[in-house]
């Protein structure tokens, strides 16, 4: 699978913002979004099961984002609204087979970060 990660950039605290991760290839697997901020480890946010549409969050981000996929596409989303200064990160999309882990090295398929700065 390959994935292509986009959508970050610049807005002030409060506002929202959208990313896009685009896949090619297999289709049986979980998308996950993760992030890291400058000087710390990458960590979960969400992630998506592709053929049920389950779907998971970390506790810091439950209410604020939505993670999305549209299968015709081959698309994920991450809807991120109500953004804070600590949502400041690079963005990464990564899949797996199977279901949704929020373990970094159960991931072994990673796009390209997108950078997401969140102004307070």
């Known amino acids: 699978v390959q994935l292509q990660a986009s959508g970050g950039g610049l807005v002030q605290a409060g506002e929202s913002l959208s990313l896009s991760c685009a896949a090619a290839?297999?289709?049986?697997?979980?998308i996950s979004w993760f992030r890291q901020a400058p000087g710390e480890q990458r960590e979960f946010v969400a992630g998506?099961?592709?053929?049920?549409?389950?779907?998971v969050y970390t506790n810091s981000v439950k209410g604020r984002f939505t993670i999305s996929r549209d299968k015709a596409k081959r698309m994920v989303y991450l809807q991120m609204n109500r953004l804070k200064a600590e949502d400041t990160a690079v963005y990464y999309c990564?899949?797996?087979?199977?279901?949704?882990?929020?373990?970094?090295?159960?991931?072994?398929?990673w796009g390209q970060g997108t950078q997401v700065t969140v102004s307070s």
């Open positions: 990564a899949t797996r087979s199977g279901d949704i882990s929020e373990k970094i090295r159960e991931y072994n398929n």
């Open positions: 290839g297999r289709t049986n697997y979980a």
């Open positions: 998506i099961t592709w053929n049920w549409g389950t779907t």
